[in-house]
């Protein structure tokens, strides 16, 4: 185990420390001036009490008992409670007139000043801390300066002893708090730990693997989750990779291998001209749907890095569906099919014209190849809402139920034996779908086996920066 000062165990630990030294310091400094308060606040208390019992014993003296002097009442009452505290009492002019027994050292000075409200006042005295309450009271009918005096020691002790206390304990509760902080932050930090050396274990090859998931409930089980589900999209965006690699090994193979094996046939003895004309129309055939898959795969390429590259400009859909339609009518027309189109005009959005003509070009391709001779396809442009939905519908074979959800997949082909071969690579559909959605755009699809099949794309109107015209419906058919 490494211990470096940037590691979050270590800095937790030390925050926490830093933490608990403030705590302690600031609940330190309070108790201690807490204790002082009371102490000093109840010291004062017991005077003034001392001061009311005096004056109540001396002036409720009996009234036919005159023989005892002022001196004499205070000191029986002195001899009697015989408190730690010492009384004097001074007439006006200062002199003296009792002094209780005890020692000199906490008898003070009358401090000056009237105090004809009692007066508390601590004086140092020989190292001792003297509390004092003076007062101007009248005792036996007259005037006289009352003194009571006493050491606050015992309390200073009581307040020493609570900080010496203190001071002892917390540097210990620190060492305890910096260590229990040190383990605490290390027992949490250990799922961290394990995900991290799993994952440190984790390579392309071995992306089925996942990481450990605490069942603590907290942002750790999260972090592992979310790892994990990163592994999962990684691991499937990996597998499709590795199936399209050798999907197109495979295509690229057949192919190169049914020319390669032709043309050596050709080539072994002298054939007749229409031999050689068979092989090269075989040949050919291979070099096209060659063609088309390379082209395909370009475009699957280039739909990879679509929304980097996308050339985003002003669009008129009904224009390029019209140029579409006459593109492919040729294709229709061979298979004796009646291609219809009913386009609303000035259809203005924003996007890639190659794109979305290439777009376009799958969809119908697809309606033409999958719908048999004298079938009926349909090319409609519609304004519904804020968007276009342009549909390019059949009356073809239909794609069954279980495989709708699958058609937009790389290389999917819904029954190898139904699709002629044509160069078809299955790629197509995915290609629509990834220009769909770098236009912002939806494609939806609804079919029935026998009856056909009809594909919706829905796709965000940008008329008012080009045309201002509402759009008008024009049928034209083919
Ligand atoms: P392909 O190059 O094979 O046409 P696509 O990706 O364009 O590949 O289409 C995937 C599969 O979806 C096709 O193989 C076909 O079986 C099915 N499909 C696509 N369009 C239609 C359609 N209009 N009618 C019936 N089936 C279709």
């Not at 199936?243 to 690229?252: E, K, M, P, V």
Request: hydrophobic share 40%.
């Amino acid at each position: 185990m490494t211990f470096s000062v940037r590691s979050l165990r270590i800095r937790l630990a030390l925050l926490y420390a830093v933490f608990m030294l403030t705590s302690m310091i600031c609940l330190g400094i309070f108790t201690y001036w807490y204790f002082s308060s009371v102490l000093a606040s109840s010291r004062e208390q017991t005077m003034v009490k001392r001061e009311e019992r005096l004056i109540a014993f001396v002036n409720t003296w009996p009234k036919h008992d005159t023989s005892p002097t002022l001196a004499e009442k205070l000191h029986q009452l002195s001899v009697a409670i015989a408190e730690s505290d010492t009384i004097q009492v001074y007439d006006l002019h200062g002199n003296l007139l009792y002094s209780s027994p005890g020692p000199d050292i906490y008898k003070v000075d009358w401090p000056g000043g009237t105090c004809v409200h009692p007066c508390a006042a601590v004086v140092q005295k020989a190292g001792h801390t003297i509390r004092t309450l003076n007062h101007v009271v009248t005792l036996d009918g007259q005037q006289v300066r009352l003194s009571i005096a006493g050491t606050t020691d015992e309390h200073s002790d009581v307040v020493r002893l609570i900080r010496n206390s203190y001071l002892i304990s917390c540097p210990l509760l620190l060492f305890a708090s910096v260590a229990g902080g040190f383990l605490l932050s290390h027992r949490a930090l250990k799922p961290v730990h394990r995900i991290t050396s799993e994952a440190r274990t984790i390579g392309i090859q071995d992306l089925k693997h996942r990481l450990p998931v605490p069942k603590t409930g907290d942002e750790l089980q999260v972090l592992a989750e979310t790892w994990n589900d990163l592994l999962a999209r990684l691991e499937a965006a990996v597998r499709r990779l590795t199936q399209f690699t050798s999907d197109i090994s495979h295509d690229l193979r057949t192919t190169v291998t049914v020319m390669r094996t032709t043309a050596e046939f050709a080539l072994r003895r002298n054939r007749t001209e229409d031999d050689y004309r068979e092989a090269l129309s075989t040949i050919a055939m291979e070099c096209h749907t060659t063609s088309r898959l390379l082209d395909d795969l370009l475009a699957a390429a280039r739909a990879d890095i679509i929304q980097r590259n996308i050339e985003w400009e002003p669009v008129d859909l009904s224009e390029i569906s019209l140029e579409v339609c006459e593109h492919l009518r040729a294709n229709a027309e061979t298979k004796h099919q009646t291609l219809r189109s009913h386009l609303c005009r000035n259809a203005w959005t924003r996007g890639d014209i190659s794109m979305l003509r290439r777009l376009l070009n799958i969809l119908l391709d697809n309606a033409i190849k999958y719908t048999p001779e004298a079938g009926t396809i349909f090319v409609d442009l519609e304004k519904a809402g804020d968007r276009f939905e342009l549909s390019v519908g059949d009356t073809g074979i239909g794609i069954p139920p279980d495989a709708l959800s699958r058609i937009f997949d790389r290389f999917y082909r819904v029954d190898e034996s139904r699709n002629q071969d044509d160069g078809s690579s299955g790629l197509g559909l995915a290609i629509a779908k990834w220009i769909v959605e770098a236009h912002n755009a939806t494609i939806r699809v609804t079919s029935s086996v026998g009856v056909g099949t009809t594909f919706t794309v829905s796709i965000p109107e940008q008329s008012h920066v080009f045309s201002s015209e509402l759009p008008k419906l024009k049928a034209v058919t083919i």
